[in-house]
């Protein structure tokens, strides 16, 4: 069904669907995590907006891919609070602006409305890679998506190779310091714990990397 | 876990219902989830309005009237209200004189009020300053954190500031006095017990029978970290004196004291607390000109306290005794 080489409208939305029910099915898990370090929330508040992009997806079915996002984006940023809220949610708006009023992208497209994405949570967030937080995930993952589409990758392999390269990335941000959002106020004790966000942030990839890969 | 909710996604709208019923001089925009003035937006007042995550009760929204704000923006519990909710509050309230947004250093609040107030710099006609609150002491070395955090002062900020804007000082001058009274607030928190976020269902930390977490926010997180818990006397050191030490010198200006209950310590132990603050302060020679003691800024129902020092002035003390009328805190009228 799906092209290999190609990001379709209905596989990215079919990407959203999957991350809410990642996020609803690991709820506990993000929110365990969160406990550790911040304040036991982050599960129940990214279920809480995932489901709600989902029912506007239903509601709503977007025509293209920019609209898509867009919708999501602000979705996300109405239904979530806290910080996750309006990270994911300039996530997903800088991705749809990027990605624009297409009904496919391919590997290159798809790669650039990914950085733009991460750009934006960047801005928002003020995080650096070291700083205990989903960009610790995000940009070593698009980075091997980038270097996977240079090496001649169509979308779906070069999503699977960052969604592989997820997981280790996550679990690297144990033992750092936090030094933003929450966990930072607990200075040494934050040490230990997998970041939260690291954690939603691999169900984001490993998400997109089904996705592609088509039922 | 044993609370009186409906269940967890309903704790703030049942809470927000009851608000509206109890208190006829507030009026709920259940929608947008914010607490605003009856009355309605003041021609030619500088419109304050605040929010955050709730479980702080009675923070924000019992601090809406008269000489205090004029809308507040509930979160979910402990999670940061979203950029439309403050929209909506900011265009409510907006008396043509512009709109100060109080936020407590918070990632989640920080971005969620700096996304609002891009859109409305965008729809362009309500000219909305801000002020980020952040007098936590137990927040070292704030060039490797989110900075520190934002607690107690909030409340007093809140107080005179909202009297400051019922005299009709202008948004530039209801700026200024906001961050003049965050500069000169430190606080420092302790928690004996962690709270239970009711989405949650289980206790956020543990504690031993004889230790307690100093230097607490107001969200259930767990503290620098982890002392063994002795009298009174000397919980009260721990928190007063970086308080002290930390506070902008200023010779013989007088303070006002709060001593504030995380939600679970009753006013016996409260009271306790402040005779040993009360007393601290003599011996350093502060004098306190006001106080105030009770649950203003809580953690759901977390055992703990919070003491905070306010460097006052003239100007400060005589707009704290200015009439205030909410939920929360009234007096004068």
């Not at chain 1, 699977?160 to 996550?170: G, I, N, S």
């Not at chain 2, 509930?74 to 309230?93: C, I, K, N, R």
Request: charged share 20%.
């Amino acid at each position: 069904m799906a092209d290999a080489d190609q990001a379709s409208l209905a596989a990215l939305t079919d990407w959203l669907r999957r991350f809410a029910a990642a996020v609803a099915r690991d709820e506990r898990h993000l929110t365990d995590l969160d406990a550790k370090i911040g304040d036991a929330d982050h599960g129940s508040n990214l279920r809480r907006g995932t489901a709600a992009v989902v029912e506007a997806l239903d509601a709503d079915p977007p025509g293209d891919v920019g609209a898509a996002f867009k919708q999501a984006g602000m979705t996300l940023v109405k239904t979530v609070g806290g910080a996750s809220g309006p990270l994911y949610g300039t996530f997903m708006l800088r991705f749809g602006t990027t990605a624009g009023a297409v009904d496919a992208l391919d590997a290159t497209a798809l790669g650039t409305a990914l950085r733009a994405g991460y750009d934006g949570v960047v801005a928002r967030g003020k995080a650096e890679p070291g700083d205990k937080t989903m960009v610790d995930v995000l940009e070593p993952c698009l980075t091997v998506f980038d270097e996977a589409v240079a090496g001649g990758a169509g979308a779906a392999a070069a999503a699977r190779a960052a969604a592989d390269a997820a997981p280790e990335r996550r679990d690297a941000t144990a033992p750092l310091l936090a030094r933003k959002g929450r966990a930072s106020y607990l200075g040494e004790r934050s040490v230990g714990h997998v970041d939260p966000g690291s954690a939603s942030t691999t169900l984001l990839l490993e998400s997109l990397a089904d996705a592609l890969a088509g039922p | 876990m044993k609370k009186l909710i409906n269940s967890p996604e309903q704790v703030v709208p049942d809470a927000l219902r009851g608000m509206a019923a109890a208190h006829p001089d507030l009026r709920v925009d259940h929608e947008n989830r914010v607490v605003l003035r009856a009355s309605g937006a003041v021609e030619g007042k500088v419109g304050l309005v605040s929010g955050g995550g709730s479980g702080h009760e009675p923070m924000h929204g019992g601090f809406v009237g008269h000489g205090m704000l004029d809308a507040a923006c509930a979160g979910e519990v402990f999670t940061s209200p979203t950029p439309d909710q403050m929209q909506a509050a900011t265009l409510a309230v907006s008396g043509g004189a512009g709109v100060l947004h109080i936020v407590k250093n918070y990632t989640g609040d920080v971005m969620n009020f700096e996304m609002a107030a891009e859109l409305a710099a965008a729809e362009g006609d309500v000219e909305v300053r801000s002020v980020v609150v952040d007098d936590d002491v137990a927040v070292q070395d704030s060039l490797y954190t989110a900075g520190r955090r934002g607690v107690g002062a909030t409340v007093l900020l809140e107080k005179i500031v909202g009297a400051a804007a019922e005299e009709r000082r202008d948004l530039a001058a209801c700026e200024e006095l906001a961050k003049k009274v965050n500069g000169n607030a430190r606080s420092m928190g302790m928690a004996l017990t962690s709270c239970v976020v009711p989405a949650a269902g289980v206790p956020t930390f543990e504690l031993g029978d004889d230790e307690f977490e100093l230097g607490i926010g107001i969200h259930g997180e767990p503290g620098r970290e982890r002392r063994r818990l002795g009298p009174l006397r000397e919980v009260a050191e721990q928190l007063v004196e970086p308080v002290l030490q930390d506070l902008p010198a200023a010779d013989g200006a007088p303070v006002v004291a709060f001593v504030n209950s995380m939600g679970g310590t009753p006013l016996i132990e409260l009271y306790g607390l402040y005779a040993e603050v009360a007393a601290i302060c003599e011996k350093a020679g502060v004098s306190i000109a006001r106080s105030l003691v009770g649950p203003y800024i809580t953690s759901l129902e977390m055992a703990g306290a919070s003491v905070t020092l306010l460097r006052a002035d003239d100007d400060l003390l005589s707009l704290w005794d200015a009439p205030v009328s909410t939920p929360g805190l009234r007096w004068g009228m």
